[in-house]
T-cell receptor
Framework: DTGVSQDPRHKITKRGQNVTFRCDPI?????LYWYRQTLGQGPEFLTY????????KSRLLSDRFSAERPKGSFSTLEIQRTEQGDSAMYLC???????????FGSGTRLTVV | DAKTTQPPSMDCAEGRAANLPCNHS???????VYWYRQIHSQGPQYIIH???NNETNEMASLIITEDRKSSTLILPHATLRDTAVYYC???????????FGKGNQVVVIP
């Protein structure tokens, strides 16, 4: 499978715990994006990497959120001290260049209890 | 990026062409029209994009009006697997933030 892979698919955590999600983009794609989607809404942009550099961050990405792409390949998104409002689907996407559509993964569904 | 307006939902008959409208009256000259769809419990899937000429690929056709203020995505022969939320997005190259909106819930009916 050469698509975008996200792990885990589902995560249930207690409020206040830290969680980390992983995204493996398509190997030749140098651009990687994280989005968040809550029920009934379209995805919202969180952050963007070109290779290993994090070039854009949304104001939605509070200081409890951190994303990395250490070697320009896979990426991780960590949420510290989770809150119930963090419950959402976290989507990763990748692309090659700027002129093409993004390929999204199936997402990680986070439930904070 | 310019905002888009789509109907919140629509039904289409299986086997018929599905015409999905999108208004983007404030689009600027360097903004492209993108279409994605999201099948339940999956990530969005890129369908097609265009600037001013009509575009066609194996999934769909995109018709953009001459004044570029609206567009129509055409699924030529809708199947039950086309049931999804369809998002019309306007984007300028260099803007890495796709503004999805709430989309159009399309249900293909047998």
């Amino acid at each position: 499978d050469t698509g975008v892979s996200q792990d885990p698919r589902h995560k249930i955590t207690k409020r206040g715990q830290n969680v980390t999600f992983r995204c493996d983009p398509i190997s030749e794609h140098n651009r990687l994006y994280w989005y968040r989607q809550t029920l009934g809404q379209g995805p919202e942009f969180l952050t963007y990497f070109q290779n290993e550099a994090q070039l854009e961050k949304s104001r939605l990405l509070s200081d409890r959120f951190s994303a990395e792409r250490p070697k320009g390949s896979f990426s991780t998104l960590e949420i510290q001290r989770t809150e119930q409002g963090d419950s959402a689907m976290y989507l990763c996407a990748s692309s090659v260049g700027d002129h093409y559509g993004y390929t999204f993964g199936s997402g990680t569904r986070l439930t904070v209890v | 990026d310019a905002k888009t307006t789509q109907p919140p939902s629509m039904d289409c008959a299986e086997g018929r062409a599905a015409n999905l409208p999108c208004n983007h009256s404030t689009i600027s000259g360097n903004e492209y029209v993108y279409w994605y769809r999201q099948i339940h419990s999956q990530g969005p899937q890129y369908i097609i994009h265009g600037l001013k000429n009509n575009e066609t690929n194996e999934m769909a056709s995109l018709i953009i009006t001459e004044d570029r203020k609206s567009s129509t995505l055409i699924l030529p022969h809708a199947t039950l697997r086309d049931t999804a939320v369809y998002y019309c997005i306007v984007r300028v190259y260099g803007n890495n933030r796709l503004a999805f909106g709430k989309g159009n819930q399309v249900v293909v009916i047998p």
